[in-house]
C-alpha cells in the first residue's frame, strides 16, 4: 500500500514539468501578437461605417441599409462596392485592399440583422 501510493506521487512528480509546459504553450495562443493584432470586424465597424449605419441600417437612406444588402453576396462584391459605391457613400480603399480587416469587417456585416 505504502509503495502504491510512493509510486504514484512520483509519477505526478514526473509529469509536473511537462504539465506546465502544455500551461505555457495553451496560455501562449493569448498573449501572441498575432492573437492581439487580428483584426476586429465590431471594431472597423463602429470607427468606419456606424456614423452613417447604426446598428447595420443607413441614416442618410433608410433604404439602403447594410444589413441584408445584396453587396455582401460575396466578399468580392463587398470589395469591389467599397473600392466603388454608389450615391453619398465614400469609398473606403484602406479597407478594401487589406485582405485581413475585409474579411473581418465582411464578417461582421453578414451578422447584422
Ligand atoms: C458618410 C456616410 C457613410 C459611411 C461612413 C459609410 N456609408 Fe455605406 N452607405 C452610405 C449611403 C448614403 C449609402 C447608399 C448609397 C446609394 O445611394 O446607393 C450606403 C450604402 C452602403 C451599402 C449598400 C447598401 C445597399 O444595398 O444599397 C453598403 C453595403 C455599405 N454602405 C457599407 C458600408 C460600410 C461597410 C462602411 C464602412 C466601411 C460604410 N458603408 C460607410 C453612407 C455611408
Redesign the pocket.
Known amino acids: 500500500m505504502k509503495n502504491d501510493f510512493y509510486e504514484l506521487t512520483t509519477i505526478i512528480r514526473s509529469a509536473a514539468p511537462v504539465a506546465l509546459l502544455i500551461a505555457i504553450t495553451v496560455l501562449a495562443q493569448f498573449v501572441s501578437p498575432k492573437a492581439v493584432a487580428a483584426p476586429n470586424g465590431e471594431q ?2 463602429k470607427g ?2 456606424a ?3 447604426a446598428g447595420g441600417g ?1 441614416i ?2 433608410p433604404k ?3 444589413k441584408g ?4 453576396a460575396s466578399v468580392d462584391k ?1 470589395k469591389e ?2 473600392l466603388k ?6 469609398p ?1 480603399p484602406k ?1 478594401a485592399n487589406d485582405a485581413q480587416t475585409l474579411d473581418a ?1 465582411y464578417k461582421y ?1 453578414k451578422t447584422l440583422k
Open positions: 472597423i465597424f468606419n461605417c456614423s452613417c449605419h443607413n442618410v437612406d439602403k441599409p447594410v444588402s445584396a453587396k455582401l463587398f462596392y467599397l459605391p454608389s450615391g453619398a457613400m465614400q473606403a479597407i469587417l456585416c
